[in-house]
């Protein structure tokens, strides 16, 4: 059993920051990539960033220069620092493992809780 939780949300003026973490706990033999994914109201939810376990991220054109993910292995977790935030990045935030346990090596998906951000203008 795995369980991801999220924290860091919250409300900022626009041009702050903030910075999202996600823990995975529970039995894992490893952990692929890892993302943060984000929904707005009455939007469809979208890959905002991901990593490999070797470093390689990509991320949405929209917050390209102004997020970065990042992961420490050792614990876990996955971080989204986020900076020069705008009013459109409001949204829930998730976090996503792709997760291969002990018992079934095969990968499969798992997701944290949401954490909002509100971006005011």
């Known amino acids: 059993q795995v369980q991801l939780v999220e924290s860091g949300g919250g409300l900022v003026q626009a041009g702050g920051s903030l910075r999202l973490s996600c823990a995975a706990s529970g039995s894992i033999f490893s952990i692929n990539t890892t993302g943060w994914y984000r929904q707005a109201p009455g939007k469809q939810r979208e890959l905002v960033a991901d990593?490999?376990?070797?470093?390689?991220?990509k991320y949405v054109d929209s917050v390209k220069g102004r997020f970065t993910i990042s992961r420490d292995n050792a614990a876990n977790t996955v971080y989204l620092q986020m900076n020069s935030l705008k009013p459109e990045d409001t949204a829930v935030y998730y976090c996503?493992?792709?997760?291969?346990?002990?018992?079934?090596?095969?990968?499969?998906?798992?997701w944290g809780q949401g954490t909002q951000v509100t971006v005011s203008a």
């Open positions: 996503n493992f792709a997760i291969s346990g002990y018992l079934d090596r095969r990968l499969y998906d798992y």
């Open positions: 990593i490999t376990r070797g470093g390689t991220t």
